[in-house]
């Protein structure tokens, strides 16, 4: 094992995080090194962290949206060197055998992936800690170059609301022509209005706020509509290809699928609190689709790296030192932020 590793862990939960050192492993013949410059706070930190999808495992330490610059590298390690920017997303391993993973779907292993944090490694018993920490070490295959010209900061984010809104977009073939409707202009809907503008797409934002107007222009919104005003519904009723559904609310569903076209797509991002009721005739009538999506595999989540430094594409952040993470929490409950928090790692050091 390596020296105490500087880290910010829950003790238990609802617990205030605090300072809480770690060990990591020594790289292996496959494995990466990484000094952790930036980590992105995503809402489901606050999820796990306050046990509210069950099965959190404690002390944990959040993070996965983790870009840093590699500092040593295994024997057999081919694709990273010392110096060479590198990223790590949400899962850091898988059984690289079943077919999910075969299909470079790692993240739905059927042995069950190797998530950042709040897991295990693929043996079952080393607990996995995450990005609010100085140092990660992560096989090869699961490490991700960052490309060049970026701000690293912002593109912290990316590891997870940015292929968890770019996955979708390609999936349902957002393209030059496409009518595209988001629902929700937080972390993850500020990124879908980028992504799908940057493809091509009429976006509109669809929101019960119309103070996020101008916001939602500024990322690249051709139009904003109020789903909260009775005629906004008869206006864009069939009008939407693809509907990227972001909210963690409880919020009717059915209301939404009547404004897609024939065999138009709904995605769920979100993940509300109480399960959905779904009137089976919303889908049938226009051959309807309702679907969700969980981030993405190695290979595409490298795509969508490299696609948003083609793009110049990052996210909006608000940096804060790691003394302010309980603040940030509470802040993002009353969506206080625009639009995605980042730890600047470099205030760990000493903590």
Known sequence: MTAPV??????????????????????????VQIEILYCGVCHSDIHQVRDEWGDSIFPMVPGHEIVGKVTAVGADVSKFAV?????????????????????????????????????????????????????????????????????????????????????????????????????????????????????????????????????????????????????????????????IDTVSVEHDLNTYLGLLKTEGAMVCLGVPPKPASVAVMSLIYGNKKLAGSMIGGIAETQEMLDYCASKKITADVEMIPIRKINEAYERMLKSDVRYRFVIDIASLKGS
Request: glycine fraction near 10%.
């Open 83 to 243: 110096g060479d920017l590198a990223g790590v997303g949400c899962f850091v391993d898988s059984c690289h055998a079943c077919d999910p993973c075969t299909r470079h779907l790692e993240q739905f292993c059927e042995k069950g992936a190797a998530f950042t944090y709040n897991g295990t490694e693929m043996d079952r018993k080393t607990p996995t800690f995450g990005g609010y920490s100085t140092q990660i070490v992560v096989a090869e295959k699961y490490t991700l170059k960052v490309p060049p010209g970026l701000d690293l900061a912002a593109t912290a984010p990316l590891l997870c609301a940015g292929i968890t809104t770019y996955s979708p977009l390609k999936r349902w073939k957002c393209a030059p022509g496409s009518r595209v409707g988001v629902v929700g202009l937080g972390g993850l809907g500020h990124m879908a209005v980028k992504l799908a503008a940057s493809m091509g797409a009429e976006v509109t934002m669809l929101s019960t706020s119309r103070a996020k107007e101008a916001d939602a222009r500024r990322l690249g919104a051709h139009a904003f509509e109020l789903t909260n005003e009775p005629q906004t519904l008869k206006k864009l009723a069939g009008r939407f290809d693809i509907l």
């Open 6 to 31: 500087a880290a910010w862990a829950a003790p238990s939960a609802k617990a205030p995080l605090v300072p809480h050192p770690i060990t990591r492993r020594e790289p292996g013949p496959r494995d």
